[in-house]
């Protein structure tokens, strides 16, 4: 089946430690995107890459990073500078110039 | 810049009721609008969408018109199931070109039996 894992579902963490989580899709899709979800909040862009090698900051960039190495696979780390890290983190992918995007399941990650 | 604005929740319905939820946007260009749907614990999914002005996007019993006169898309259902309690977003895609989403705060719709 076609579709976007990330994994794990649940990853703690402690204070002052960079964290990477991973997302990997199989549908061939050119585009891929990080979403932050907060309670009672909507869903903030943090990157964004359209192809591999090439990404571009979202809305809360800051404390993140990204890398696309391979069109499959577009891992976010969480590093020591992000001021707030709790959150649930969503993945998504899209074929670029087609803008119905197709999200995975999620990784809820709580800093200690 | 392009917005969404969603009414807040929650929304506590009773089995069979009609549901409303209102999404109105602000857009310089012509996006597309979609809704989607999170259950608890899991990732979101499309629920239906609509690419330009007077489409009817629909799925599930659910269905959405795109109002370019009044720059909504509300989201209705004329009988609402317990299996439809959800979270449930509106979101327009970027108008400039980078497909980027801008979502909405979310709805969460409780259904009684």
């Known amino acids: 089946d076609g579709g976007i894992t990330q994994s794990p579902k649940y990853l703690f963490r402690k204070e002052g430690q960079n964290v990477t989580l991973s997302c990997e899709q199989n549908?061939?899709?050119?585009?891929m995107y990080w979403y932050r979800q907060d309670p009672g909040q909507g869903l903030r862009l943090i990157y964004y890459s359209q192809i591999v090698n090439d990404f571009q900051k979202g809305d809360i960039a800051e404390g993140y990073s990204v890398s696309r190495e391979k069109k499959e696979s577009f891992p976010l780390t969480v590093t020591s500078a992000q001021k707030n890290p709790t959150a649930f983190y969503l993945c998504a992918s899209s074929m670029w110039r087609n803008n119905e995007q197709f999200f995975g399941p999620g990784t809820r990650l709580t800093v200690l | 810049g392009d917005s969404v604005t969603q009414m807040e929740g929650p929304v506590t319905l009773s089995e069979e009721a009609c549901l409303t939820i209102?999404?109105?946007?602000?857009?310089?260009?012509?996006?597309?609008l979609f809704w989607y749907v999170q259950y608890p614990g899991e990732g979101l999914q499309l629920l239906l969408k609509?690419?330009?002005?007077?489409d009817k996007g629909s799925n599930k019993g659910f269905e959405a018109t795109y109002r370019k006169e009044t720059t909504s898309f509300h989201l209705e259902k004329g009988s609402v199931q317990v299996s439809d309690s959800a979270v449930y977003f509106c979101a327009l895609s970027d108008s400039t070109g980078t497909y980027k989403y801008i979502f909405g705060t979310g709805t969460r719709l409780k259904v009684l039996a």
């Open positions: 609509a690419t330009k002005a007077d």
């Open positions: 209102n999404c109105t946007y602000t857009a310089t260009g012509y996006p597309s």
């Open positions: 549908l061939n899709h050119d585009a």
